[in-house]
């Protein structure tokens, strides 16, 4: 009895051991802390300068087109010199007519000149020997009148011939058809061999090679743009281009409700812009100060830009912040305190309220 006694002692003394020590061990020191998800480079926004953007889209177009012509009708085209895409000066010569038939034709009209103008030298003369003759009675009045009607109506016949050959040397000038200014031939029609009649269409020309874009502005944001404002747009291949706002529309479109602001554009040898594209850009204003952080840094989550913000305890928190422009690598930001520790790169990886290691980043 004694000894099941004493079993039965030493059992309930080593069930109770275990939880006193656990509950000291437990009294020792705190729970161990959370381990960091990840170790980040954190970037405190910088004072920087940012330009308010308008952002449009429109048509690039020719500044100015020229339409060229047949001014002759009825000749055969022999000579072609222009095609598409061909860089053109002033006065150059892109086709030419046969001119053989013109030739004929200013011949024909050269000697009927010489002959009015033998004519009139034959009538001037009658004339001049009748005046001479006035006051002896030789000649009646009415014989001097006659005399004097001749001589007018050669000379009218001159005039005539005169006019005929001016315009047989016009219409042989009109055989040559060339450019009206220097440019680009964006179209050509003009077929070697084709008999064109007076007004079809040969050529069109870009006029000095000038493109503009054609912005459509919304009506309510048109009073803020004014000739001269800074404009940049995207071609589809994503080239950038320059250009300076060179007028604004004095009327909007009802149906759409904008208006059009016409964008010189700065385009040179080898540029990508072509007329009929359309293109993307953005019309842009004065400079202000604003906070600027890495592109890197700022994320897009459920609709909102967001910042990830190291806080004391190492802990992310995710801050909604306006973007307000970006400028290659750099975002101007508001709604963020300049003192604030943000998640240079990686931030994706992270969720509101996780443990990170930080390192300082500088931003560049």
């Excluded at 003394?13 to 000291?24: D, G, H, I, Y």
């Excluded at 055989?175 to 050509?188: E, K, N, Q, W, Y």
């Excluded at 502005?217 to 320059?242: C, F, H, I």
């Excluded at 305190?337 to 990170?356: C, E, M, N």
């Amino acid at each position: 009895m004694r000894t099941l006694t004493l079993a039965l002692m030493c059992m309930s003394a080593w069930a109770v051991a275990p939880s006193s020590a656990w509950a000291q061990a437990g009294a020792a020191g705190p729970a161990p802390a959370a381990k960091a998800a990840l170790t980040v480079n954190v970037v405190s926004p910088v004072p920087g300068q940012w330009t308010s953007a308008l952002p449009v889209n429109g048509n690039i177009a020719p500044w100015a087109e020229a339409l060229i012509g047949s001014q002759v009708n009825g000749l055969r085209l022999v000579e072609v010199l222009a095609q598409v895409g061909d860089a053109v000066s002033a006065g150059q010569l892109l086709a030419r007519f046969d001119e053989a038939p013109v030739q004929n034709d200013l011949a024909q009209a050269r000697a009927t000149l010489q002959e009015a103008q033998a004519q009139l030298q034959d009538a001037a003369a009658n004339a001049q020997r009748a005046k001479s003759l006035a006051g002896t009675g030789a000649l009646s009045a009415q014989q001097m009148g006659q005399f004097e009607a001749a001589e007018a109506v050669a000379k009218a016949r001159v005039a005539t011939a005169q006019a005929a050959v001016a315009a047989q040397e016009l219409r042989l000038q009109h055989t040559r058809v060339v450019a009206p200014d220097a440019g680009l031939i964006s179209a050509r029609s003009a077929t070697l061999g084709a008999v064109a009649g007076s007004g079809q269409e040969l050529f069109k020309l870009i006029r000095q090679s000038r493109l503009e874009w054609r912005a459509e502005v919304p009506a309510a944001e048109v009073s803020r743009v004014k000739p001269g404002t800074a404009a940049r747009l995207n071609t589809p291949s994503g080239a950038v281009v320059q250009g300076t706002v060179r007028k604004v529309a004095p009327s909007v479109d009802p149906q759409t409700r904008n208006a059009l602001v016409y964008v010189d554009l700065k385009t040179s040898e080898g540029s990508d812009a072509r007329a009929g594209m359309y293109a993307r850009g953005e019309l842009r204003f004065d400079s202000r100060r604003a906070l600027m952080l890495p592109a890197s840094s700022v994320l897009l989550r459920e609709g909102f830009d967001v910042v990830l913000v190291v806080d004391a305890q190492q802990r992310v928190r995710q801050t909604k912040v306006k973007v307000l422009s970006r400028e290659g690598e750099q975002v101007a930001v508001e709604g963020l305190d300049a003192k604030a520790r943000v998640v240079a790169r990686g931030g994706a990886f992270l969720g509101d309220g996780d443990a990170v290691k930080v390192l300082e980043a500088a931003v560049k």
